[in-house]
């Protein structure tokens, strides 16, 4: 009887890893199943709030533009108007010295008639009547007649056209106001579109970094986690997984870690990394069980002002590291990643690589660091260039030297 229960308690021990491991990977297969759901709902909602962003964009720069265009309406109104304003002043300038003229001629007629001079009153119609009155001075109150009458009407013309302008102007001004309006409220939109699509652009990097955490424990659970043999089992892994030429991603490795031996000679203190990265290289070793202060870095360059702090073969910072942390433990199966492991710093420099177009075939353009003018270069130089960063020297000698290095990887 002991026997027996001993064999059946064996048994149902001994299978039970198995059955867990079943439950978990179904468990971690549906987890993966609804984030990719949701991830595609998400990532729908993006495209709208994008397509959203660039119509109050569009409608933001026509509004503009219609501002400008009423803005520059309206100083060009205020502008007539005050030169109207100058003519009607001129006008009244030669009014008074008309009436000046007059004043002689009535001088002239006081010494011929019998009117007192302080008992005309000077008004036009009484200065025409007067001077009808005096036959020596006929002629002479003709032209001044037609004087007088084209002054006036030429200032009425004037006072007439001002008044247009004036209601022109309210006109823009009211326009200009409403549009201003609708400036605001556009600008208002876009703050609210611009704050949504952040939100929303962050969910979907959450939900992408939790997908591939769950890929990558699954891969785990199920013994597909990989872990390289040597340097040349790991390029050709790292290779498999993104499409990046064997030969080129060995030149990387040999300019920037010697193959992942030359990791760096510096720690964590003689690294003088910024604050910012300090706290995720923090993070990093406190994630993979490690002292931070005794990792080995790169140390701070010495032929031009920068700091240290690169991690294993992949040479990579901590905060580019962060970035694709959740790419590199769903490709190796190691989560957490890590950046001195052989297999996950080269699955790192692959992925950056392969992100940045290492993979593609044939040329793309680019404006030259040297001279600013467009050049043809291979994707991989390309892709070399944004690794190290963006010079002349990354295209004249960086890029080359990983590429004369590349045929040397049959070798190894």
């Not at 604050?275 to 995720?280: C, D, K, N, V």
């Not at 790192?348 to 660091?369: C, E, F, Q, W, Y």
Request: charged share 25%.
């Amino acid at each position: 009887m002991s026997g027996v229960l001993f064999t059946l308690v064996f048994v149902v021990l001994g299978s039970s890893p198995v059955v867990f491991a079943e439950e978990d990977a179904g468990d971690i297969k549906s987890d993966i199943s609804r984030i990719e759901k949701k991830l595609k709902k998400e990532t729908q909602e993006l495209n709208a709030l994008k397509q959203d962003l660039n119509q109050i964009n569009s409608s933001l720069t026509s509004t503009q533009t219609l501002i400008q265009r009423v803005q520059n309406l309206l100083n060009q109104t205020e502008q007539t108007i005050g030169q109207k304003e100058k003519e009607i002043a001129n006008l009244e300038q030669q009014l008074i010295l008309e009436r000046h003229v007059l004043r002689g001629l009535l001088q002239e007629m006081y010494f011929t008639g019998d009117m007192p001079l302080a008992d005309i009153v000077l008004t036009e119609a009484d200065f025409l009547g007067l001077l009808q009155g005096s036959d020596n001075l006929f002629s002479t109150q003709e032209k001044m007649q037609e004087v007088i009458r084209s002054i006036s009407e030429m200032r009425a013309k004037v006072s007439d056209e001002k008044a247009s302008l004036e209601d022109a102007k309210a006109d823009h001004a009211e326009l200009l106001a409403l549009k201003n309006k609708q400036k605001q409220a556009l600008v208002s939109d876009k703050i609210e579109t611009q704050d949504d699509l952040e939100e929303q652009q962050a969910t979907i990097a959450e939900l992408q970094s939790k997908l591939q955490e769950l890929k990558g424990d699954l891969n785990k659970l199920l013994g597909k986690s990989y872990d390289a043999k040597n340097i040349k089992d790991a390029i050709r892994f790292a290779a498999s997984k993104t499409g990046i030429r064997e030969g080129f991603l060995f030149g990387m490795l040999s300019v920037e870690s010697r193959l992942g031996a030359s990791v760096g000679g510096c720690d964590f203190k003689q690294s003088r990394m910024s604050a910012y990265r300090a706290g995720i290289f923090k993070e990093i070793a406190s994630e993979l069980k490690y002292d931070y202060k005794t990792l080995k870095v790169s140390c701070p360059p010495r032929s031009y002002k920068g700091t240290g702090g690169a991690m294993g073969a992949a040479q990579f910072m901590p905060d580019t590291w962060k970035g694709y942390k959740s790419t590199i433990a769903s490709r190796t199966g190691h989560n957490p990643p890590d950046p001195w492991n052989l297999t996950d710093g080269v699955m790192a420099m692959a992925s950056k690589l392969a992100n940045d177009g290492g993979a593609k075939d044939g040329k793309t353009t680019i404006t030259s660091p040297c001279n600013g003018k467009k050049t043809s270069v291979k994707w991989e130089t390309y892709a070399s260039m944004r690794y190290l960063g963006w010079s002349c020297y990354a295209l004249n000698n960086y890029a080359k030297t990983i590429q004369s290095l590349s045929g040397n990887y049959k070798s190894l």
